[in-house]
């Protein structure tokens, strides 16, 4: 019904910068939510910045002032850029997603892209 492709994970060096991008498709009548999730090998998922419709953001404490999220809301489609990468930022991130659905809202994720940050 809905699918969510990520991109522009990689490894980077500490300091360094990424972009990741999540476009969302299908039949979407509207996105209540965008968002990135986290997880680190033998940690549980952290959310790490979400969007929502009324133009507001969350962040998670650990990246406020590094992170930053976005979205296109004309393309279904959000962006995190990273900037000042520590190697604790190491981790599968997941895009998500609670969009309306055939006239319920829904959650979805992506399969997630791997960020890897070397010190």
């Known amino acids: 019904q809905v699918e969510l492709a990520e991109s522009g994970g990689g490894l980077v060096q500490a300091g360094g910068s990424l972009r990741l991008s999540c476009a969302a498709s299908g039949r979407i009548v509207s996105i209540n939510a965008m968002g990135w999730y986290r997880q680190a090998p033998g940690k549980q998922r952290e959310l790490v910045a979400v969007t929502t419709s009324v133009v507001s953001t969350n962040y998670a404490d650990s990246v406020k002032g590094r992170f930053t999220i976005s979205r296109d809301n004309a393309q279904n489609t959000a962006y995190l850029q990273v900037n000042s990468l520590k190697s604790e930022d190491t981790a599968v991130y997941y895009c998500?997603?609670?969009?309306?659905?055939?006239?319920?809202?829904?959650?979805?994720w992506g399969q997630g892209t791997q960020v890897t940050v070397s010190s």
């Open positions: 998500y997603t609670n969009a309306r659905v055939f006239g319920r809202d829904r959650e979805y």
